[in-house]
Structure formats: structure tokens, C-alpha cells
């Protein structure tokens, strides 16, 4: 059995420009044959995952700059700049992670994603083995040498050590790997890939699909003029432009694996059931940032259902295949509640409902009609609570 929780939220975001192309345009998909606007998965989860470590109070890091940031610690302890940021650098080079060396700013070349707390346990190490940093950083620069393939010119020679030292530097190496591989509740919630480092890498429990419209998208230009507020011959005009907005009603997916979940975190089922309801709260009525105070799209969705499955994640964005189209009454998104309510009506049929260990919905739209979407929770923190508590009640409790 493979226990997950799906996630399906309708939403309704006003003109606004919630995740930008490399042009500053509304992202778009090529979906039913028609463009619909799009918000990335990676979008969506990095807001997510950020607002969700808020709640939990418990941070990770995705960064190229372990180095700076283990210098600034250290300079709160007394070690002066240059020192400190020698040592930042020491310290992650020696971690040997294959492939990773240090970029001509002096950041990793590779994001890490680590635990806040890491910082100051990076900075321990290089405090405690301050007079082995530079020859566990030497030694780290001839292993990615030797291993890079590619590189033609002379190659950092390996320093020539001691027994001794040799085996205080592979213990220093296993110290500052085994606090780069740790996992927080985060980590294990939404993964981490370390090329060719298999003892780094964490399947994530959470899957986001990009969010599009359910129906046809079309971006709207927006010209502006900034005023300047001591005018002159130019009228007062000291800037203009144009801006692309887009508005629409998203479906929007994620689902847990339950019990990847409660893997990574090691058997820690409290942790699980603090994790699970701070996401599916947070994803739920998720509005992503970009261009906020020009557009202000704090809308509440419109309709958000969960369900537990004990075959397989479900996606129900086949509902909207054949895109939604709307008179100039009904809008967008009460032709989509009919037609994801029809399609997981079609799909429960087609799988039966045995897979389905429990099902609710909730939001801000008119439900009335709603047949196959479980039972109507009308409070989100209780529909949350209520579908946490049956994924993760003991076998025969549900």
C-alpha cells in the first residue's frame, strides 16, 4: 500500500503577473490545443516551502554561500575577515563532494541544501581544526582536480602527508559531510539532489505540478506612467512603460507521500503530522509574491479538496483538458468546480472507491452542488486537521 494525500485547489487570481519569463511576460503552457497562463511547480514550492519553515520554525538553506555565511560566523567570533573567509571556503571544499569546487566568487559551485543549523556546526569544525583547514582545502582541491576530466591546465598536486595527519583530515572530511548530508523536516519534505553523492541525496515527499488556467489565457498589457511628483515641461512624466498582466482561474495540484515522508524523517510521526498540516494549510490558499504591490492578487481559493489514496497520487487536471469557456455571467470558475466535480466523479468509477481512505473539500465558491469531492469541511484548518489525522491514524482506525 502507498499512502499519499492529494492536494487540489481551485483558485481565482485577479490581474496580476504571479510568475515571470525570462521577458517579464505571464508564463504560459500549450495545454488542450489553446495557451493558458502558468505558474511553475518551482514557484509554487519555493513560496510554499518558505512560508511552511516559517511555521514549523525550523529553516533550511538552498545556497551557494555556505563559505560566506560560515565567515560571518566565524567573525563573531573574534577570527578577522580574510581568516574567516579562508576558512569558510576550507571547510566546504572539504567536504571532497564530487564535482563540487569553489566559483570565482568564492561560493560553491553547486547549491547545497542544508539545515540553518549546519552554519554553526561548519563553523565548530573550522574552529576546532583551524590548523588543518588549509591542507584538508589542498587536498580537496587535487581530489576535484584529478576527478575533473575536463580540465587541461595544471593540476593542484595533492599535498604529501603524514599517517597521522592523513587520517585527522579523512576524519575532518566525514565530519563536515555527515553535517552537510543532514536532513530537517523541510529536507524531507521536499528533497535534495547531490550529482554523483548518493549518501547527500533525499527523495522529497512532496510533488507540485505547474499550475495552469482551466481555461484559455491571454496576456493583457498594462501602459503606465510614473509621476513625478515636481513637475516640468515633460507634463510630469518622469517615466513610462508597459507591463503584461494575466488573470484566470488555476488548478493547482500537489500530493505527499505519506510514507516517504515518515522515511525521511526517520519513523518521527509528530514531525510528520506538523509537517503535513502546515503544508496542505499553506498550499492550499498559496498566492505567490511577484509583482504584489503593483497587483495585490491576495484572493482566497475557491475551492481546495483533499484525499487520501492508498494506491497512487491521483492528479485530476484532465478535467480541464478541454478548456473551460464562460458567458459573460457565470465567470471561470463555477464551470471549473462542475467540471473537476464530474472528472473525480468519472475517475472514482473508473478505480473505484476503495483506494480512497478519506475525501472533503472546502472553499469560498458556491459547493452546493458538489457530489463526488467527499464531505464538505467548511473551515480549512479543520479540513486540514480532519484529513492529516485519517492519513496518519494506525491501520484499521481510519
Not at 579523512?170 to 553535517?179: I, P, S, Y
Not at 505540478?209 to 484559455?216: F, R, Y
Not at 515522508?261 to 502546515?278: F, P, T
Not at 490558499?285 to 483533499?306: D, E, G, I, M, W
Request: glycine share 6%; charged share 20%; with cysteine.
Amino acid at each position: 500500500m502507498s499512502l499519499t494525500i492529494d492536494v487540489h485547489v481551485l483558485h481565482a487570481y485577479p490581474l496580476s503577473n504571479l510568475n515571470r519569463d525570462e521577458f517579464g511576460s505571464p508564463k504560459i503552457a500549450l495545454l488542450g490545443g489553446v495557451e493558458r497562463t502558468r505558474i511553475s511547480s518551482a514557484c509554487q514550492k519555493r513560496g510554499c516551502r518558505i512560508n511552511t519553515e516559517s511555521v514549523l520554525g525550523d529553516r533550511a538553506l538552498r545556497t551557494r554561500r555556505i563559505p560566506e555565511k560560515v565567515a560571518a560566523e566565524l567573525r563573531t567570533r573574534g577570527w578577522d575577515e580574510q581568516d574567516a573567509l579562508n576558512a569558510g571556503q576550507a571547510i566546504a571544499l572539504t567536504a571532497q563532494f564530487s564535482g563540487m569546487k569553489l566559483a570565482e566568487a568564492g561560493t560553491t559551485n553547486v547549491m547545497l541544501f542544508i539545515p540553518e543549523s549546519a552554519i554553526n556546526d561548519l563553523a565548530d569544525l573550522a574552529d576546532t581544526h583551524r590548523d588543518l583547514l588549509d591542507t584538508a582545502a589542498e587536498q580537496a582541491r587535487a581530489h576535484a582536480d584529478a576527478a575533473d576530466k575536463t580540465k587541461t591546465e595544471t593540476k593542484t598536486k595533492a599535498p604529501t602527508l603524514d599517517k597521522d595527519t592523513k587520517a585527522q583530515v579523512t576524519h575532518l572530511k566525514n565530519q563536515v559531510r555527515d553535517v552537510l548530508c543532514r536532513r530537517n523536516g523541510s529536507i524531507a519534505a521536499f528533497g535534495r539532489m547531490l550529482a554523483n553523492t548518493p549518501e547527500a541525496t533525499v527523495d522529497g515527499a512532496i510533488a507540485v505540478a505547474h499550475a495552469t488556467t482551466t481555461h484559455a489565457g491571454e496576456e493583457q498589457p498594462d501602459f503606465f506612467t510614473a509621476v513625478d511628483d515636481i513637475p516640468g515641461t515633460d507634463n510630469g512624466s518622469a517615466h513610462m512603460g508597459q507591463h503584461a498582466h494575466a488573470s484566470g482561474t488555476f488548478y493547482r495540484y500537489a500530493t505527499i507521500s505519506v510514507d516517504e515522508l515518515v522515511r525521511n524523517l526517520d519513523g518521527d510521526r509528530a514531525m510528520a503530522r506538523e509537517l503535513i498540516h502546515a503544508f496542505l494549510t499553506e498550499f492550499a490558499r498559496h498566492v505567490p509574491t511577484a509583482k504584489k504591490n503593483s497587483t495585490a492578487p491576495f484572493t482566497p481559493p475557491a475551492l481546495v479538496h483533499l484525499a487520501v489514496r492508498t494506491d497512487q497520487p491521483m492528479n485530476l487536471g484532465g478535467a480541464f483538458e478541454a478548456p473551460i469557456t464562460a458567458d459573460d455571467t457565470s465567470g471561470w470558475t463555477a464551470p471549473s468546480i462542475t467540471a473537476l466535480d464530474q472528472h473525480a466523479a468519472a475517475v472514482n468509477t473508473f478505480l473505484g472507491d476503495e483506494p480512497l481512505r478519506a475525501a472533503a473539500h472546502s472553499g469560498t465558491a458556491d459547493l452546493t452542488g458538489i457530489t463526488a469531492l467527499g464531505t464538505h469541511i467548511p473551515r480549512l484548518d479543520t479540513l486540514v486537521t480532519t484529513i492529516t489525522d485519517a492519513a496518519l491514524a494506525p491501520a484499521g482506525h481510519q
